[in-house]
């Protein structure tokens, strides 16, 4: 059963802590987003890579957040260094050439 | 500027009645249209999609969907409503296979009491 994987679930961090999320898509999806989900803002796309290469991360922070694919089979989300207003869950999705998108369970991250 | 709208942040049924979710988009092309699901401490699953064809679209677990274009509304339905599918539920766009971009409603959370 493919499916998206991505680690960890849940991250606690003091705030100044670099924090690293991982992504592992579906073997054969080459389309990748990074999502952020809070209360008040609902889902944004924060970045999202086609065949490895970024094409739009227009919606992210770009002063403190990273975002890469180091390989077909791994995407990070990367903040250095993490603030309280970064708290929410952030999601992971792969989609193929025809395929719907999905997605991953989600990192829930906190900064205290 | 494509975007796309869920009036209702919140929908309360009783089991066993029909239930609405309401979708309504902005875009400057041809849509593809999507429905996902989200339960609590889960990432978001497919329902179901439009892309062409049939206006009415069905899905998973009883779910379909009317394409409208002179409305330009993507509405979800079910005839006959479960408590198990009390969750948030999200409509999304996207322009065409080649456009990557999924842009997202801010999410329906359904209530259904029994």
């Known amino acids: 059963d493919a499916r998206v994987t991505q680690t960890p679930r849940d991250k606690v961090t003091e705030m100044g802590q670099e924090v690293t999320m991982r992504c592992q898509p579906i073997l054969g999806h080459n389309t990748v987003f990074w999502y952020r989900q809070t209360m008040m803002q609902g889902l944004e796309l924060l970045a999202y890579f086609r065949n490895r290469a970024p094409l739009d991360d227009s919606g992210m922070p770009k002063d403190r957040f990273s975002a890469e694919m180091p390989d077909a089979t791994l995407a990070t989300l990367k903040i250095q260094p993490s603030e309280p207003r970064d708290s929410a869950v952030y999601f992971c999705a792969s989609r193929g050439p025809n395929t719907e998108a999905f997605f991953g369970q989600g990192t829930r991250l906190t900064v205290v | 500027a494509q975007s796309v709208a869920q009036p209702e942040d919140q929908v309360n049924v009783a089991e066993g009645n029909p239930l609405t979710v309401k979708c309504t988009y902005s875009?400057?092309?041809?849509?593809?249209l999507f429905w996902y699901v989200q339960y609590p401490n889960r990432g978001l699953q497919f329902l179901l999609k439009y892309i062409t064809g049939d206006n009415l679209v069905k899905g998973s677990y009883g779910f379909e969907a009317e394409f409208n274009k002179s409305q330009t509304s993507f509405h979800l339905k079910k005839p006959s409503a479960l408590v198990s599918d009390s969750a948030l539920y999200f409509c999304?766009?996207?322009?065409?296979?080649?456009?990557?971009?999924?842009?997202f409603g801010s999410g329906t959370k359904l209530n259904v009491k029994p």
């Open positions: 999304a766009v996207r322009l065409g296979d080649n456009f990557n971009k999924f842009y």
């Open positions: 875009v400057s092309g041809n849509p593809y």
